[in-house]
């Protein structure tokens, strides 16, 4: 395993998860609960922007490798289902007893999430990893996911607008995105097995 930048950010952003976490469970009398929101609010964006560098970075300075390229997409999967688990454990209000994020869109994103991994690494074994390449849809997912968490994590208005109302419209937009964006690759690794197979 070579260790250079990109590989040291993301390890960096594997390490922020336990301290994300970490956030919430810190003593009342230590951090309040604004202080909290705000604190695994800017953990999670410090996390998405060195996602943004270690890919940049690989390609300026030369540095990729097949290890950061498995390594970099499973740090941002392992984030993302840590702050969707956080988020319904996470209440809208103190007593509301209702969550952040629905259980059924955490299991749609991150079930999606395990779901085209192992996909990918059965069609890469077919030598049919171009069939399920990252499409336009699975990006305008990301783009609602990423933009969506960090605003109910925030769950306070910002530049007079309600966070966890858009948040919220964002995060469903993102789960609607997602089972679209499973189906697409799915039909995709259908018609390149069964153009192998009449092939053969």
């Known amino acids: ?9 993301t390890w960096g952003r594997i390490a922020l998860i336990p301290v994300f976490i970490g ?9 309040g609960v604004t202080q909290k929101n705000v604190l695994a609010t800017v953990i999670f964006v410090v996390a998405a922007l060195t996602d943004w560098l270690d890919g940049y ?9 097949a ?26 209000e103190t007593g509301s007893g209702k969550p952040r994020v629905d ?3 955490s ?8 779901t085209i991994s192992a ?10 990893s171009a069939n399920v390449a990252v499409a336009y849809v699975g990006k305008l997912k990301t783009a609602a996911q ?37 189906g697409y690759y799915l039909h995709r690794a259908m018609v390149g097995l069964s153009k192998k197979i009449d092939s053969t």
């Open 103 to 105: 259980m059924i869109v």
């Open 67 to 92: 290890f950061g390229a498995f390594l970099d997409p499973v740090a941002d999967k392992l984030m993302v289902a840590a702050s969707l688990i956080m988020l319904v454990q996470l209440e809208t």
């Open 119 to 128: 996909l990918r690494e059965w069609m890469a074994r077919e030598g049919q």
């Open 23 to 31: 956030v919430f469970y810190l003593p009342d009398g230590w951090v």
């Open 146 to 182: 990423m933009t969506a968490i960090p605003m109910l994590l925030l769950n306070a208005p910002l530049l007079g607008m309600n966070m966890h109302i858009v948040g919220s419209i964002l995060i469903y937009i993102a789960a609607a995105l997602t089972l679209w964006s499973m």
């Open 1 to 9: 395993m070579r260790i250079n930048i990109p590989n040291i950010l």
């Open 57 to 65: 970075l690989a390609r300026v300075l030369k540095q990729t490798s």
């Open 107 to 114: 299991i749609i994103i991150i079930g999606r999430e395990i």
